[in-house]
């Protein structure tokens, strides 16, 4: 039995993140007052980073079926592909990454790996998605740097290439930077693991890293409240070692290959204390853990600190009996601790002892099953003003070419190489579209089939327009995907929004998660695994409502990838989709004009899905030599990144068949939905035709590639005329130059 | 022909010149563990790329000391052939098997991207398909690539005709521009005296396919199999 320690003080669990009545339920269910282990074992699982307590019922219509059978893993999700297993998942790391950028972006990255490979999966490729403040910012710049830095040191280390991502800058970033992390693994279908403990008299055993006292409260005080000023709350940061962590996918998956394992968990966010409650919850059984036995690195941690420690690189094995050896022999190879620590019980109970001592006694049931509150939203006053804009204040700008090569070097826009260079991107050798292409591609050994990943999210559409936003994220991902050559598969999301108790925040969360549902439903694609990051917040305000979306797509055959660059001279341009005047929501109001306003631009999912079919079709004939989303910028931007390629060959362009009868800067910069820029010998375009006729897609030839200068016409008026090499130079070193000179 | 591929734990590279020698290439390829007891036969032995130890010291600092590197030298002694890439690159230097040291790269970050690299000595085993002056295209991923040699050190390099590889313009001019890392005299390869061990850091088991962008990786392969196939 346990002893009764008697009532704790109110301080101490709202502190930890209870509420009263979490307290009293605590009572309800123990029958008398919880242990402080006890008590700091609810504040972690019942967290909302772990409980999701005000998103769950939210997250239950997002659609599961699609072409692919879908899995649901305790970790993570995927999808089956004959005998493989596709298995993927994003995540956050915002607050530990605005406080220590290196290490909080560097175990973002070991956690949601380990979330892979715990399933028995491969890791085989790393995407991000980031959100930073303006570049003008000294922490701003610091945070950029260190973020990348830390996503190289872990990700490059542990030999995952970092394929693919995107990144954005905005004021509402400021103070809450956005750091997400997805993976992406592979292993035979039949040789999932599952995280759960069952047979009464299996071991449990602890492996990887020793326990310190890193971590502490990480998911409860670090992840599941807002910024205040200062950062004291830098001890809850977690410290990566990513060598560790190398060794332990290596010993994880050479023993899951073995058998003997019942079911492996990692020790994310709460540690032992979700590793062991979960377990016994997913294999409706109890278990019994000696935390004597747990290898640690620091001296006199009391035996709340162990169960709520956040050390990384460590896992929780639930071993066949008899086979104990057998499975601790492989991690010792690896010269990683392997110990048992306790073993399966029959009864549904969470036994916790220390020093001969029961320190907690739980029914695993209690501790899964986190309060569900019931959240309500309100529509946040003059959603419905900034939606509105009145362009006839707006002066379309003289010197545009001026207005383009500015655009064009904004951040947001910019190439991204300063970032993707530091990232090991090849290694697997399975990386078969290099960085600066729609989607990353790769190669699925063995076979004529390739993964294409992307992640994407606007924020600034979703905070104009929740729920339009949301669907474009979702639509503007399968695009990017479809203009590699690859069919959309399936969805994982990352919600990142401010606080929920507020009930205009939930409003924008409630809508965007709508957004999502209806259409992934539309589109037939499920939604298999995610995260929901909620406090993303500082003394500011709240971020911009940010559902990142994070999407793979399977190609039946390698050989016709296809990339967003400009292949031959006289090649000819293609628009797939039409030019509406919509300039609302842009990245050109935003950064020429400084407006942030306007309604977002209209999407029809019917029509963006005619449009990408008529794309993916002409690639899979090989009809097409380019094909490149249409997104931030419009379309002027979309045709030079086209003419820049990989940067390994850069072609001009001429674009001199613009009928659309809007203003000019709506028709360079406007971000209307649904269009793609391809590119195709002139001899295909009769091929083309047929293929958008029959699937319903308007397309235009708009120009041809070739020369040394980007220029567009609007009937005889040259309107764009600018030196592809330079236009290149602007836009390939602009963050590189920002983060120099500090500006 | 039988390549052995050493891991250390944090190699990286391990599967990918497995891959390359076994799928791409048609060859025997076994995995060395760095604890063997014992050596397998073997005509060339591969050290791949990655974060030995994790490389949280020097690069290859640790990994020197590893209970293989006594049979290695033991096989380069024999007239053994022996690949270094990237990280074993290093790790060869640490073990006093090549001459120099690497240092981090001049820029302070890590790169990974396609270089150009000329061949500057096709008497090579590991280079004999190349051909003399040959431009290859194959990527680099470090941060410690920058190659360090004293001036006489450098000399002799040069005398012996070790240095193998330089970072070179796509017309194979060697450039300062062309240097990714600040690498001494532009140096991407060397090998020893004897030249049967090679240090590179550019990676020739990520461009053997054209899939992935270049097939110039595979000539040092063929060298390598053509080697051992006349001996």
């Known amino acids: 039995m346990i002893e009764n320690t008697g009532a704790i003080d109110k301080d101490i669990y709202r502190a930890l993140g209870l509420r009263d009545e979490d307290y009293r339920r605590i009572i309800r269910i123990l029958g008398r007052e919880p242990s402080p282990t006890e008590l700091a074992m609810f504040s972690v699982e019942w967290s909302e980073h772990c409980g999701y307590s005000r998103s769950r019922s939210l997250l239950k219509k997002l659609p599961r079926k699609g072409r692919y059978r879908v899995l649901i893993g305790e970790d993570s999700g995927g999808i089956v592909m004959g005998d493989s297993a596709i298995v993927f998942k ?46 003008s910012e000294p922490y701003n710049r610091y945070l950029l740097k260190g973020v990348v830095d830390g996503i190289q040191f872990y990700g490059n280390c542990l030999g995952v290439p970092t394929v693919g991502g ?42 990887g890293s020793s326990t310190g006292r890193d971590g502490i409260g990480g998911c409860s005080v670090l992840a599941s409240q807002e910024f205040g000023e200062g950062d004291e709350k830098r001890p809850s940061v977690q410290i990566g070692d990513p060598f560790t962590e190398k060794c332990l996918i290596e010993a994880t998956l050479e023993a899951l290959s073995r058998g003997g394992i019942v079911g492996i968990k990692d020790m994310g966010a709460a540690g032992l204390t979700c590793s062991i409650s979960e377990m016994a919850f997913d294999g409706k059984a109890g278990i019994d853990a000696d935390l004597d036995k747990v290898p640690r690195r620091e001296e006199g941690m009391e035996p709340w600190e162990v169960m709520m420690s956040e050390s990384q690189e460590r896992m929780l094995v639930c071993v066949k009996k008899g086979r104990e050896d057998e499975v601790m022999r492989i991690f010792h190879k690896w010269d990683l601790n392997a110990v048992r620590i306790g073993e399966v019980t029959g009864e549904k109970v969470v036994r916790i002892r220390n020093k001969g001592r029961i320190v907690a006694e739980i029914p695993p049931d209690a501790l899964a099953d986190a ?39 904004s951040p947001t826009i910019a190439s991204k190489e300063w970032i993707y260079r530091q990232y090991d991107h090849m290694v697997q050798a399975k990386t078969i579209s290099l960085p600066g292409s729609d989607a990353a591609v790769l190669r699925l050994e063995g076979t004529k089939k390739g993964i294409a990943a992307a992640t994407d999210c606007n924020g600034l559409y979703c905070y104009l327009d929740p729920y339009r936003g949301a669907q474009i994220a979702v639509s503007e991902a399968a695009r990017n995907i479809a203009c590699s050559g690859a069919e959309p598969a399936a969805v994982t999301d990352c919600l990142n929004f401010g606080n929920p108790d507020k009930e205009e925040t939930y409003w924008y969360f409630e809508n965007a998660v709508k957004g999502i549902a209806d259409s992934c439903r539309f589109f037939g694609i499920p939604v298999v695994s995610g995260n929901v990051s909620f406090y993303n917040e500082s003394p500011k305000g709240p971020v911009y409502p940010t559902p990142a979306i994070g999407m793979i797509g399977i190609i039946d055959d390698t050989a016709r990838l296809c990339t967003r660059g400009f292949k031959n001279e006289d090649d000819i341009i293609i628009l797939f989709g039409e030019t509406k005047e919509e300039l609302g929501a842009s990245e050109y109001l935003k950064e020429i004009h400084g407006v942030v306003r306007g309604p977002v631009p209209e999407i029809n999912l019917e029509r963006e899905k005619r449009i990408r079919t008529a794309v993916l079709e002409c690639i899979k004939k090989g009809y097409l030599n380019s094909a490149h ?13 086209s003419c820049f390629g990989d940067g390994r060959r850069i072609l001009g362009a001429v674009i001199d068949n613009l009928k659309e009868k809007i203003r000019l800067d709506a028709l360079l910069f406007g971000e209307s939905q649904s269009r793609v820029i391809a590119s195709a010998n002139k001899i295909m375009f009769n091929q083309v035709r047929k293929i958008a006729e029959k699937e319903g897609a308007p397309v235009t030839v708009i120009g041809r590639a070739g020369g040394r200068r980007l220029s567009i016409f609007r009937g005889q008026r040259k309107v764009v005329d600018v030196p592809v090499k330079s236009l290149y130079k602007t836009w390939s070193l602009s963050i590189e130059k920002r983060l120099e000179r500090g500006s | 022909m039988r390549f052995a591929i050493v891991v250390f ?24 563990w760095h604890k063997a007891k014992r050596f397998p036969d ?22 020197r000391f590893s209970p ?66 040959r431009v290859l295209e194959i990527p680099i991923a470090h941060n410690e690539g920058n190659f360090y040699i004293d001036g006489k050190g450098l000399k002799e390099l040069e005398e012996n005709g070790q240095i ?17 890392n600040g690498a001494v005299s532009n140096i991407a390869g060397i090998v020893n005296k004897r030249g049967n061990v090679l240090g590179m850091m550019p990676h020739p088991e990520r461009a053997s396919e054209s899939a992935l962008g270049s097939e110039d990786g595979a000539l040092i392969f063929k060298s390598i199999i053509d080697h051992a196939g006349k001996r």
């Open chain 2, 9 to 32: 734990p944090g190699s990286n590279c391990d599967r990918d010149c497995h891959y390359a020698a076994n799928k791409v290439l048609g060859e025997k390829a076994v995995f060395v």
């Open chain 2, 68 to 133: 293989i590197m006594k049979h290695i030298v033991d096989f380069a002694g024999r007239g053994g052939l022996v690949i270094g890439i990237c990280n074993g690159f290093q790790i060869l230097l640490e073990a006093g098997l090549l001459p120099g040291a690497m240092l981090r790269n001049s820029g302070l970050r890590f790169i990974c991207k396609y270089v150009h690299i000329k061949t500057e000595n096709a008497s090579t085993p590991f280079t004999a398909s190349c051909g003399a002056g």
């Open chain 2, 164 to 180: 193998v590889f330089r970072y070179c313009e796509a017309d194979g001019k060697v450039t300062k521009k062309a240097n990714p």
């Open chain 1, 629 to 641: 989303d249409c997104s931030e910028g419009g379309l002027a931007v979309a045709v030079a990144e």
């Open chain 2, 42 to 63: 073997a005509d060339c032995v591969i050290l791949p790329g990655g974060f030995s130890y994790g490389d949280y010291l020097r690069t290859g600092a640790i990994a």
């Open chain 1, 166 to 207: 995107e990144v954005y800058f905005d004021e509402s970033y400021s103070g809450n930077c956005l750091v997400n992390a997805m993976s992406i693994g592979i292993a035979r279908k039949d040789k999932l693991a599952r995280a759960r403990a069952q047979g009464a008299g299996n071991s449990i055993i602890y492996v």
């Open chain 1, 90 to 135: 994003m995540e956050s790391h915002n607050h530990p990454s605005q406080l220590e950028p290196k290490q909080g972006a560097a175990t973002g990255v070991g956690g949601i790996i380990r979330d892979i490979f715990t399933a028995g999966a491969r890791p085989i490729a790393s995407l991000n998605s980031l959100r930073f403040g303006p570049l």
């Open chain 1, 371 to 409: 309060p569900i509150f019931k959240m309500s939203s309100k529509r946040p006053a003059g959603s419905g003003r900034i939606k509105r804009l009145n362009a006839r204040k707006l002066p379309v700008p003289e010197d545009l070419n001026k207005v383009f090569t500015k655009l064009i070097s």
